[in-house]
């Protein structure tokens, strides 16, 4: 448990004693810990097959505290990982059963969908989303599972070995409350062309993003494009290989196309990667060569394959960085939801900012062509420039965050007499922290001397 804690908050090496655990035996399942985290893996409390809500087995019952020991009857790292990785979505019974999740259904469908206009292909998609209101984890519209759970291990920690105040590196840098970052996957020629357009809207909102760019069939990339793209403070990233929907199929045509898709990320010297419609297979993921990846959802009830990553946090897969997306994309609100507000985006804002999260979005330049598209997206923004300003939010471009983060987790805490120190590449601009436990028991935060949350209890 301590590395996990460690990795994801950054505290001194030696701050806890390290904390016992039994894995048990048999099938992975679902379980709880306290009334409201939901956990997956293996436990000595038991499990169950299917996410049943309440009837879940509680695995707080049998965690012990004695003295300043911690004694746990499931392995917490395994369940953060069994959450960031999708392990708990990919049990048999999880959407296998329905239909259009049939591969020649899905083969079909990509074969013809580059001739079906938008009008006909959201008939086709709201098909397939039509139970999305009925799937019961992860949680609907953000789910902070994972951050929730190490919080809560965090300051059961505090407790048994009486530390009310410990020190971390702050998650962002300059002490920035949470990240937000702007992309752009590029489905069209017609996208592709409107990006100059798009770039002079977020400029003019004081916003930088990512452009994701199909390398293969979809369109021509001319070298004019990305050097504007890049001239103007952008970002080039690339986009799945050709967009048709099958890049995860089977594993020897996988690494085929990983093999080409690292040759593009050569060629375009390019960093950050995106897979077509956020299709994806994270024990792949080794066979990749890019810096960071976007394309795990925290919560996917719109997208087409199901699951969700649980965190509002960048995080690891090996060598890769993890860049999740946290909000849902415009092209589920305008044409799954039938939404022309950004009232779910507001809330998604609000629910990500609690735990001083990553705020990422994907904003399709093909679709903010029109009318009713660009003035959604003008109206996100000029919210975001408000939220920003007002909350001196982080507002940075995603290979910028992967830079900061890899810095982050070289980074470490030595104690200087009474005071502390951050010693690691970055560190100029890292902010000392401290978790804090008040008189009842709850966790806040404090960054600088400052308040960053309180009550961090659900």
């Known amino acids: 448990m301590n590395q996990t804690l460690f990795d994801y908050f ?17 099938s992975d399942g679902f379980f709880r810990f306290g009334s409201q985290i939901v956990c997956y893996g293996q436990c000595m409390s038991g499990v169950a097959e299917r996410m049943n809500g309440s009837d879940l087995p509680d695995a707080s019952k049998d965690m012990s505290l004695i003295g300043s020991d911690i004694h746990l009857p499931f ?89 009310p105040k410990v020190p971390f590196i702050w998650f962002w840098p300059e002490g920035a ?4 970052i702007m992309t752009h996957d590029v489905e069209t020629s017609a996208g592709r062309d409107f990006a100059s357009t798009l770039m002079d809207i977020d400029e003019s909102f004081g916003i930088k993003s990512s452009f994701q760019s199909i390398p293969e069939k979809r369109y021509e990339i001319p070298k004019a494009y990305v050097e504007e793209i890049r001239g103007r403070g952008f970002e080039f990233n690339i986009q799945d290989l050709n967009h048709d929907g099958h890049l995860f199929e089977e594993h020897t045509e996988f690494l085929r196309r ?26 792949w993921y080794n066979a990749f060569e890019f810096s960071y990846d976007m394309s795990v959802p925290n919560v996917a009830h719109l997208e087409p394959q199901r699951g969700g990553c649980c965190t509002v946090m960048p995080f690891f897969i090996g060598k890769i960085l993890e860049l999740p997306l946290t909000t849902t994309q415009d092209y589920s609100i305008l044409h799954v939801l039938d939404d022309h507000s950004i009232g779910l985006w507001k809330k998604q804002l609000a629910l990500i900012r609690t735990r001083n999260g990553l705020m990422s979005f994907i904003a399709h330049p093909d679709y903010l062509i029109g009318r009713r598209g660009r003035l959604l997206y003008e109206s996100l923004l000029d919210h975001l420039r408000q939220m920003t300003a007002r909350e001196k939010i982080w507002a940075a471009l995603p290979g910028d965050v992967d830079r900061w983060w890899r810095d982050r987790s070289q980074m470490r805490l030595v104690a200087r007499g009474n005071d502390w120190e951050i010693e690691g590449p970055g560190k100029e601009r890292a902010r000392l922290a401290y978790a804090v436990l008040d008189g009842r028991g709850r966790l806040g935060y404090e960054v600088d001397g400052v308040s960053a949350k309180q009550d961090l209890q659900r």
């Open 10 to 26: 950054r505290f001194p090496a030696d701050a806890f004693r390290s904390a016992s655990s039994d894995t048990g035996s048999g």
């Open 75 to 163: 392995d917490a790292a395994q369940v953060v990982d069994n959450l960031r990785l999708e392990r708990y979505a990919k049990k048999p019974a999880l959407d296998k059963q329905r239909i259009v999740n049939h591969p020649l259904v899905r083969q079909a469908y990509y074969s013809v969908r580059e001739l079906m206009p938008v009008s006909v292909r959201r008939h086709f998609q709201k098909a397939y989303f039509n139970d999305w209101k009925s799937l019961a984890f992860p949680n609907w519209p953000v789910d902070l599972t994972v951050d929730i759970f190490l919080e809560e291990l965090l300051r059961l920690s505090m407790e048994v070995s009486g530390k």
């Open 177 to 180: 409350p949470s990240c937000l």
């Open 258 to 283: 990983a093999k080409k898709i690292n040759e593009y990320v050569q060629m375009y010297d390019a960093r950050g990667f995106r897979a077509g419609a956020m299709y994806r297979n994270l024990d």
